[in-house]
T-cell receptor
Framework: KQEVTQIPAALSVPEGENLVLNCSFT??????LQWFRQDPGKGLTSLLL?????REQTSGRLNASLDKSSGRSTLYIAASQPGDSATYLC????????FGAGTTVTVRA | GAGVSQSPSNKVTEKGKDVELRCDPI?????LYWYRQSLGQGLEFLIY????????KSGLPSDRFSAERTGGSVSTLTIQRTQQEDSAVYLC???????????FGPGTRLTVL
């Protein structure tokens, strides 16, 4: 069974600082990895999908990398803003998603 | 275009009652998924549909849970004889044939009293 871990569980940074969110998984034979954002009381917003043949994906201030051999993915958010405050979840996407517990980010103005 | 929609947004029911939760996927998406999010268990997979067929029901926690999908579109998740441990947010997602990327609806918050 795929186990997905996200460290740290919570993170608080001042506005403008770069964010680094970590995700690790136990089975390196994954198909894809997806990063999501969840705001309190809301559903999940898909941020980035990295397919297994790719090493990274970028969208605006977001960049996600994937290292299958070490079982890790990292989400970088550049120049954080208070609006980036949310819970970020990674999920191994082998048609069904196996989620980590998430990292709750607070960006202080 | 329209995203995934779910109804109702909130449902409060009494223990022992049956409930039905509805999901309308993004138009044209062939795959549909149900997940559950609870405080103790995090986000967990329930069932996967490809068209109207459910090749993976492995996440359904008991035989009180069932789901169907009709016309390759709308899906209904039914929970019979609800228990307090069924209280959770039920999330639906869909994905197109051409990509594994899943798009989620806003969820249905179920509270069993």
């Amino acid at each position: 069974k795929q186990e997905v871990t996200q460290i740290p569980a919570a993170l608080s940074v001042p506005e403008g600082e770069n964010l680094v969110l970590n995700c690790s998984f136990t089975d390196s034979a994954i198909y894809n990895l997806q990063w999501f954002r969840q705001d309190p009381g809301k559903g999940l917003t898909s941020l980035l999908l990295i397919q297994s043949s790719q090493r990274e994906q970028t969208s605006g201030r977001l960049n996600a990398s994937l290292d299958k051999s070490s079982g890790r993915s990292t989400l970088y958010i550049a120049a954080s803003q208070p609006g980036d405050s949310a819970t970020y979840l990674c999920a191994v996407n082998d048609y069904k998603l196996s989620f980590g517990a998430g990292t709750t980010v607070t960006v202080r103005a | 275009g329209a995203g995934v929609s779910q109804s109702p947004s909130n449902k409060v029911t009494e223990k022992g009652k049956d409930v039905e939760l509805r999901c309308d996927p993004i138009s044209g998406h062939t795959a549909l998924y149900w997940y559950r999010q609870s405080l103790g268990q995090g986000l967990e997979f329930l069932i996967y549909f490809q068209g109207n067929s459910a090749p993976d029901k492995s996440g359904l926690p008991s035989d009180r849970f069932s789901a169907e999908r009709t016309g390759g579109s709308v899906s209904t998740l039914t929970i019979q004889r609800t228990q307090q441990e069924d209280s959770a947010v039920y999330l639906c997602a869909s994905s197109p044939r051409t990509s594994p990327r899943q798009y989620f609806g806003p969820g249905t918050r179920l509270t069993v009293l």
